[in-house]
């Protein structure tokens, strides 16, 4: 039905065309998972580009996106469906006033109160195929939910009394995300290919910043990259994401700073470090340091 995709090449190419930069191991469990109809699930620290790819995938096939955002406490019915409690009530009301109770009694519970939510959407059938649907901090969820996730991650269907058997015509591109705040399970782990995204190295993210922030000059975007890249080997709190930097760079770009210096970093470290004992450790002469460690591994351009 779909043109499959050819080759591990080609998965980078289609997230390029996205401005996603994607290299080779990840692109290699993606084309697995898209060839062999398995879930992806991805694990890494905050701000690695884990939920953005999954939007890039959608983007570059032309499928539609259904995100399944964790929280504690999330349960099926916020995952999959509800009763439209309200609509029920007016109808009720209706009726009494019709004195029409005869029909209301079969009507209640019809697909019109039905309010699908994101795992009952991702088995409809969509135009252009089916959809991508990303499970995204499952971490953040707790294990009954897990367990249930299992399941409906297995048949891809969902019975609902009143309605009967709601079954995805052709399974869902499945993308599962976890910050790691906790273990997640084995047994939902082994259903899924998995790969850790970790942050990338110095090139990587350089080409990251072009594609995300391209008006950011070469120089500066490689002074960035060299200070972010030596802030993750502090000992921090929350060591900022790729996110982080790019926002970073965004910034210096709006406040029109063409290179780094100890006062620069000082006014604009809360787009890089969001709590206050990371920021504390980078007061004095701590962020000279820093950055005269990263210019010295910067190895000058064209040499
Ligand atoms: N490999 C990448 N290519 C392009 N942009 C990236 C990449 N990794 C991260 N980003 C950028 O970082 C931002 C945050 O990534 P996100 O997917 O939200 O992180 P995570 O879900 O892992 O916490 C994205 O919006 C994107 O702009
Ligand atoms: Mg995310």
Redesign the pocket.
């Known amino acids: 039905m779909h043109q499959p995709i050819a080759s591990i090449e080609a998965v980078q190419q289609m997230l390029a065309a996205q401005?996603?930069?994607?290299g080779r191991p990840l692109a290699t469990v993606l084309f697995l998972a898209l060839r062999l109809g398995r879930p992806l699930f991805l694990e890494?620290?905050?701000?690695?580009?884990?939920?953005?790819?999954a939007k890039a995938i959608a983007a570059a096939l032309g499928r539609r996106l259904i995100r399944l955002q964790c929280y504690e406490g999330l349960d099926a019915a916020s995952a999959v469906y509800e009763w439209n409690f309200a609509a029920q009530m007016v109808a009720i009301r209706a009726a009494e006033a019709a004195q029409d109770a005869q029909h209301l009694r079969t009507g209640l519970f019809g697909p019109e109160f039905l309010i699908e939510r994101p795992l009952l959407q991702a088995m409809r059938p969509q135009d252009g195929g089916a959809p991508v649907l990303l499970i995204?901090e499952i971490d953040r969820t707790d294990e009954p939910f897990e367990a249930f996730l299992l399941e409906a991650l297995s048949d891809f269907q969902v019975t609902i009394p009143e309605l009967g058997t709601i079954k995805a015509p052709e399974a869902p591109i499945v993308i599962l995300?976890s910050?790691r705040t906790r273990e997640v399970h084995d047994a939902l782990k082994r259903r899924c290919l998995y790969h850790w995204?970790d942050y990338?190295g110095f090139e990587?993210e350089i080409e990251?910043l072009h594609?995300?922030a391209p008006d950011a000059s070469e120089a500066l975007s490689r002074e960035v990259v060299a200070f972010v890249q030596r802030l993750r080997s502090e000992d921090l709190f929350k060591k900022p994401?790729?996110?982080e930097t790019?926002d970073w760079a965004k910034c210096l770009l709006a406040l029109d700073v063409l290179t780094l210096s100890p006062e620069v970093i000082a006014d604009t470290l809360g787009a890089i470090l969001k709590y206050q004992d990371d920021i504390a450790r980078l007061q004095g002469t701590e962020a000279k340091r820093l950055l005269d460690e990263a210019r010295r591994s910067l190895v000058p351009a064209g040499t």
Do not use: F, L, M, Q
């Open positions: 401005s996603y930069v994607c890494g620290e905050a701000g690695t580009g884990k939920t953005e790819i995204d995300t910050n995204v990338p990587r990251i594609a995300r994401g790729v996110a790019i």
